[in-house]
């Protein structure tokens, strides 16, 4: 199979970082080596060089791909807004399905309940905007759909599947607020019965990212800890269930890179209870580059997530629809005529009724493009009344 129309965004790719790394080499009082500097009493002191890593060695991704390729897990780390990691993530994704792997995608950014929706989407049975609104993505992940829209349209082509990995939200604000004792029996039966809190490395990177927090926030560390092992734990079960489950399959996991570097937080959970083979692959930059951090290290090319269309206004969610709650000045919709208080209750001819359907609406739409809007607003002596806005999207 070719994909011949996606073009690679890789720039580089450092040479791997092998988690048992270089053996140690020590050099003893006494060794032959006249050609290092020497001390007063002319013997060097004993040096243990305990892991070199040689940066000299780059490659690039049709170099990379084969040696993915024979891993049943493949780890491929983000920074959640960064535009091209989510871009080196597809391309990875497209070469390993042109080597002809048999894939499925596993998604910290889709919580286990709406593992159906995903299904259907993948089908074709229901469309992408059902599948935002049923996923409910606009409340459970905050950032832009249109980071991950090509790694979904692209599995939904090729009939890849899409497994919702991470545990659902309800569940961890209320580890966050009363720790995982106060769970019900229902709720503890979604989430994995062993728990790993062996790994101390794990726990002290934990600790480090607790203290970056203001002093006076209200979950203290041993709850952060709690719902940061629900969180990998419960990736990690799902992804080796679903292993399990279809043993021909590779699955290549797309995460925060927090949760793989080291391998501590989703990589040696699924190995606890699947020893297959995997490589973590980091996107570098702003990583620190250290031994065992990952496999791989790339370097994607920087590009920009396109300008997104923008209607100028601030919204709440209200009983009667979505209320125009502020309008940014000189706006698209100040310049249309919309109002303070106005509630919006149609998108270019699609009825409105969460702030879901607006940015659903706008996901395909570019700067300069016209749409209508429906409002409803009301009036002093005739209550309310809808009118309808044509409205030039602004950047």
């Known amino acids: 199979m070719v994909i011949a129309r996606y073009p690679f965004f890789l720039l580089i790719i450092l040479s791997v970082m092998m988690l048992s790394a270089c053996g140690n080499t020590v050099v003893h009082k006494g060794a032959p080596i006249d050609h290092y500097p020497k001390t007063t009493d002319g013997i060097i002191d004993p040096v243990e060089i305990a892991t070199v890593l040689d940066l000299r060695q780059t490659t690039n991704i049709e170099s990379l791909i084969p040696s993915l390729r024979d891993n049943r897990v493949v780890y491929i780390g983000e920074t959640h807004d960064n535009y091209s990691h989510h871009n080196a993530q597809f391309e990875i994704i497209a070469a390993l399905k042109a080597q002809g792997a048999d894939l499925?995608?596993?998604?910290?950014?889709?919580?286990?309940?709406?593992?159906?929706y995903l299904d259907d989407y993948i089908a074709g049975t229901i469309t992408e905007a059902e599948m935002l609104r049923k996923t409910e993505w606009y409340?459970?992940?905050?950032?832009?759909?249109?980071?991950?829209?090509?790694?979904?349209?692209?599995?939904q082509e090729y009939g890849i599947p899409v497994i919702a990995l991470n545990t659902p939200r309800e569940i961890t604000s209320q580890v966050s607020k009363q720790g995982i004792e106060s769970l019900t029996d229902q709720q503890r039966s979604q989430i994995p019965a062993d728990i790993d809190y062996s790994d101390a490395a794990y726990s002290e990177r934990l600790r480090a990212i607790f203290r970056q927090h203001d002093e006076k926030a209200e979950r203290n560390f041993e709850r952060f800890k709690q719902v940061q092992l629900l969180w990998d734990e419960g990736m990690a079960l799902r992804a080796a269930d679903y292993l399990k489950e279809h043993p021909g399959k590779q699955l290549v996991v797309l995460a925060g890179s927090g949760h793989l570097m080291h391998g501590s937080g989703i990589p040696n959970r699924v190995k606890r209870r699947l020893p297959v083979a995997s490589a973590i692959v980091l996107p570098g930059g702003d990583l620190k580059v250290e031994p065992g951090i990952a496999d791989f290290i790339i370097f994607p090319r920087k590009v920009s997530l396109p300008a997104a269309a923008l209607m100028g206004i601030y919204m709440d969610q209200t009983a009667e629809g979505v209320r125009v709650s502020e309008l940014a000045k000189e706006g698209a919709a100040e310049k249309s005529g919309i109002q303070r208080d106005d509630v919006i209750v149609g998108f270019d001819g699609v009825d409105v009724t969460s702030t879901a359907d607006i940015r659903i609406g706008l996901l395909s739409k570019r700067p300069g493009d016209h749409v209508r809007v429906d409002v409803l607003r009301k009036g002093v002596l005739?209550?309310?009344?809808?009118?309808a806005m044509d409205l030039v999207l602004g950047e």
Not at 104 to 116: H, L, V
Not at 139 to 149: A, C, G, K, L, P
């Open 104 to 116: 499925a995608i596993g998604m910290e950014m889709f919580q286990r309940p709406f593992q159906k």
């Open 382 to 387: 005739f209550g309310s009344k809808r009118i």
């Open 139 to 155: 409340d459970r992940w905050v950032y832009d759909y249109r980071y991950y829209r090509p790694i979904l349209n692209f599995a």
